[in-house]
């Protein structure tokens, strides 16, 4: 079973370029999440998709993050512009159910991104 | 608030004793909790969950983890350490009513052959 792919792996930019992430989850998963992974720290949550829809979106800072899962299926994150504070590692994950307390995550690589 | 606490940003143990990673948790209702593992340039790997039941959970790789109510604890343990089992380790929650896990910082494990 093919796990999440994520692409690319390393990205860097310079200060207010834009920048997306894509990911595809497991086959099947229903639920899709990315994650913001600081360097010593754990992840935390940007936005969780059930199928097409955002159902929290709560700790995405909308005025240059955004994001989209079209068909329910892949997932892009972008970035427009992209501050230093942004350098970080992005993290997609996908669960089986529709977002069950008791899901198992299953992580992609993550995409480690340098704004300079 | 839901938080997750892992007191030691580094463990160091010699290869073939016993290790623990520490967790404690705060979250409301009755708490469902993971321990995951990064591997250098790679994504998380589960390895065991609580969600209900035996208190003793185990999972992948010879590791277990043992819920404490009393403590809001859920330390991570294998009898016998590996070098192989060197990695950053993670602590998770999920409160009951919301579906927002919370990671802790992270413990790096050093296991010295």
């Known amino acids: 079973e093919a796990g999440v792919v994520q692409s690319p792996r390393y990205k860097i930019i310079e200060k207010k370029q834009p920048v997306a992430f894509w990911c595809n989850p497991i086959?099947?998963?229903?639920?899709l999440y990315w994650y913001l992974q600081n360097l010593g720290q754990g992840p935390e949550l940007l936005i969780r998709?059930?199928?097409?829809?955002?159902?929290?979106d709560s700790q995405l800072p909308k005025d240059r993050f955004s994001a989209e899962r079209l068909k329910g299926v892949d997932s892009t994150l972008k970035i427009q512009p992209a501050e230093l504070g942004d350098s970080a590692v992005y993290l997609c994950?996908?669960?089986?159910?529709?977002?069950?307390?008791?899901?198992?995550?299953?992580f992609g690589p993550g995409t480690r991104l340098t704004v300079l | 608030a839901q938080s997750v606490a892992q007191p030691e940003d580094q463990v160091n143990v010699a290869e073939g004793n016993p290790l623990t990673v520490k967790c404690t948790y705060s979250v409301s209702g009755n708490p469902y909790l993971f321990w995951y593992v990064q591997y250098p340039n790679r994504g998380l790997q589960f390895l065991l969950k609580?969600?209900?039941?035996?208190?003793l959970v185990k999972g992948s790789y010879g590791f277990e983890a043992e819920f404490n109510k009393s403590q809001t604890s859920f330390h991570l343990k294998k009898p016998s350490a590996l070098v192989s089992d060197s990695a950053l380790y993670f602590c998770a929650s999920v409160g009951t009513g919301g579906f927002k896990t919370i990671f802790g910082a992270g413990t790096r494990l050093f296991v010295k052959a």
């Open positions: 086959s099947g998963h229903n639920t």
């Open positions: 609580y969600i209900t039941g035996d208190n």
């Open positions: 994950a996908s669960s089986l159910d529709g977002g069950g307390n008791t899901d198992t995550q299953y």
């Open positions: 998709y059930e199928n097409e829809e955002a159902v929290d």
